[in-house]
């Protein structure tokens, strides 16, 4: 199989965690493939940081440089971001397109416990900056 590009979206809550963990199990155990997740919050947790906005950009950029390299391997990668703006989502259609990988963007909607702490002021931020124009795809290949 050739590496493909999975951009998981949504507000925090939305179901984003649990079903790139559902993708991953799948990927190993039923369909053969080997998947890889990766989230910016995961910078903090192997960091053993609490999370602080001062690191957002540093996690993001770890997170970016972690999808191309697991593409680049030949890795299903999964992206799980909230990616509420066109400027968040732009970077991971270029890693994509750079490297002439198949891309989908999914939006998660669902209503699941928000396993990341982020207050419920923040959830309706990211909702009402939320970005849905998929004009920044047109040129999925």
């Known amino acids: 199989m050739q590496p493909v590009l999975i951009i998981l979206r949504g507000v925090s809550g939305s179901g984003k965690s649990t079903f790139a963990d559902f993708l991953v199990y799948m990927s190993g155990y039923d369909l053969g493939y080997a998947a890889k997740k990766f989230e910016a919050d995961r910078w903090f947790v192997d960091n053993d940081e609490p999370w602080n906005p001062r690191y957002l950009q540093t996690a993001h950029e770890w ?79």
Do not use: W
């Open 63 to 141: 997170c970016m440089t972690e999808v191309k390299k697991s593409l680049q391997d030949g890795y299903i990668t999964i992206v799980s971001n909230t990616t509420t703006t066109k400027k968040e989502l732009e970077p991971y259609i270029k890693i994509a397109t750079d490297l002439g990988v198949q891309y989908f963007v999914l939006i998660a909607d669902g209503d699941f416990e928000n396993v990341h702490d982020v207050p419920e002021k923040k959830v309706r931020q990211q909702a009402e900056r939320f970005y849905f124009n998929n004009s920044a795809m047109q040129d999925n290949n």
